[in-house]
């Protein structure tokens, strides 16, 4: 893995950036989007100038941050992107006094080995019909 962390910049999402958004983002209404935009609670991850990945999340109970969705743009995934958005997220979550957050993905996904790599723990999971368990992690600060 290759240090690209000069070139890294993580900023708010914007009404600019919907196209993309939406080039990654495949469950998010539009209206939702425009929450995202107004109340801050999505990035965008930009490599130079080129937008290549989100993150989005939302107040679990009102109270608890949960990361609803992480994406690296196909090309630039294996590269450590995930990982710095995510301590990128952390930090910004420990600014504002919170002492854990969430994540979750499916049990199927590879995002569950990536999650528990950097130092997120299993601590339940949700059974839907027809689907594999959805497994929830977290991290204490």
Not at 45 to 72: A, E, K, Q
Not at 123 to 131: E, F, I, K, R
Request: proline share 5%.
């Amino acid at each position: 893995m290759t240090n690209h962390s000069n070139k890294i910049s993580i900023r708010p999402v914007e009404n600019s950036d919907k196209p993309f958004w939406f080039s990654l983002d495949k469950h998010l209404s539009e209206v939702e989007f425009c929450g995202k935009v107004n109340d801050g609670r999505g990035y965008v991850m930009l490599f130079g100038d080129i937008p290549i990945g989100i993150l989005r999340y939302n107040l679990f109970w009102d109270n608890t941050p949960f990361c609803n969705l992480l994406v690296i743009s196909e090309n630039y995934r294996g590269r450590g992107f995930g990982s710095n958005f995510m301590a990128f997220w952390e930090t910004e979550m420990q600014k504002l006094g919170f002492s854990w957050i969430l994540v979750s993905t499916r049990s199927d996904e590879s995002a569950l080995q990536f999650y528990r790599k950097i130092g997120y723990t299993d601590c339940g999971n949700l059974l839907a019909p027809d689907q594999p368990p959805e497994i929830f992690l977290r991290k204490i600060f």
